[in-house]
């Protein structure tokens, strides 16, 4: 029997040690899972999650969240989620209390307030001035009652694809997090405000399920950060299970599918956090030095494990 344990693609406010302290008393996966996100996405120091998230290209932020429960395959997310300060359980909500896996932009946020969630200013004075930052420098100082209008044009004009070609890697970020409990459950949830400055109603990979977040007790979990357009048209998160499950190790099937988005030949990368259901753990990554983060119901403190740089090469495992 594997013992309890929690990963995440970062440790950030002690989120891995409130997940293993909930599966020390015997709490479940998604438990812990849930609590461990909450930390981050309540961080308004963290731009690229919940509080304090980067908004769109309107000022606005939206956040997508998704959790999946490992023994039922069941899942619930939202998308383009306004104003709520916990996406990761209103997507839980979606999956214990409504028939559908997928809640978007203000449907999404009906159904939060319907099943009691309090909505709350997700801009702080930090998000603010970095947006305010980005208009005044790629817009020109346009005022408030323009700026919709322009930037409709300027999508109408085509040179949304060019100005999103300009956007650096730390334009996205988003938090993996997923656990095995003493059942041998397994859950796995991503949370993030997407990428920065989006287009309004953009949703990337991180709440579609197969894309950026996948969890199946039988395998293995596997999600995505980076650019979620790649790994919603690669199916990523479902593609390393898929590989676990045709007998790659946990290892190849990363490995296999960051070589994958190299192939597409695009400007941008993908990175992966991954278990399985003997306990391995993995993360790769096609733009740097890929490390994440694991605490067992034994452990003091968050142990950092290297995982792999899958740099361009022209073969597939
Ligand atoms: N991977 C997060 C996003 O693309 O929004």
Redesign the pocket.
């Known amino acids: 029997m594997v013992k309890p344990f929690i990963i995440g693609t970062r440790n950030s406010r002690e989120m891995l040690h409130i997940g293993a302290e909930i599966l020390r008393k015997g709490g479940t996966a998604m438990d812990a899972v849930e609590a461990a996100t909450r930390s981050v996405e309540e961080n308004p120091d963290d731009h690229s999650v919940g509080l304090g998230g980067i908004p769109n290209l309107l000022g606005v932020p939206q956040m ?1 969240a998704s959790i999946m429960d490992g023994r039922t395959l069941r899942t619930g997310a939202v998308a383009a989620l306004e104003g709520y300060l916990h996406p990761i359980s209103v997507a839980r909500k979606v999956l214990e209390l409504s028939p559908h896996v997928l809640l978007v932009g203000p449907g999404a946020a009906l159904f939060a307030r319907a099943v009691g969630f309090e909505d709350t200013e997700l801009l702080t004075d930090e998000s603010r001035d970095i947006y305010k930052a980005f208009v005044e420098d790629a817009l020109g100082s346009i005022e408030d009652e323009r700026r919709r209008e322009y930037l409709v044009s300027y999508v109408e004009d085509y040179n949304l694809r060019d100005w999103y070609e300009k956007l650096s890697e730390e334009h ?1 970020g ?1 938090v993996n997090i997923m656990a095995m409990d003493a059942k041998g459950d397994i859950c796995s949830g991503v949370s ?1 405000s ?2 920065s400055l989006k287009l309004p109603g953009r949703v ?3 709440p579609i399920i197969g894309a ?1 977040n996948y969890c199946d007790n039988r395998v293995g979990a596997a999600a ?6 790649f ?1 919603i048209r690669l199916s990523t998160a479902r593609a390393i299970i898929n590989r676990m499950e045709n007998g790659a190790s946990i290892r190849e099937a990363c490995v296999w599918a960051m070589r994958d988005i190299h192939a597409l030949n695009e400007p941008g990368g993908i990175s992966c956090l991954a278990l399985d259901r003997n306990g391995n753990t993995m993360s790769a990554s096609t733009r740097r030095e890929s490390t994440h983060y694991y605490m067992d119901v034994d452990s003091e403190g968050s142990e950092e494990r290297l995982g792999v740089w899958v740099k361009n090469k022209e073969e597939r495992t």
Request: glycine share 30%; aromatic share 6%.
């Open positions: 997508d996205w988003t993030t997407g990428l990337g990979d991180s950026g995505c950060t980076g650019r979620g357009e790994a």
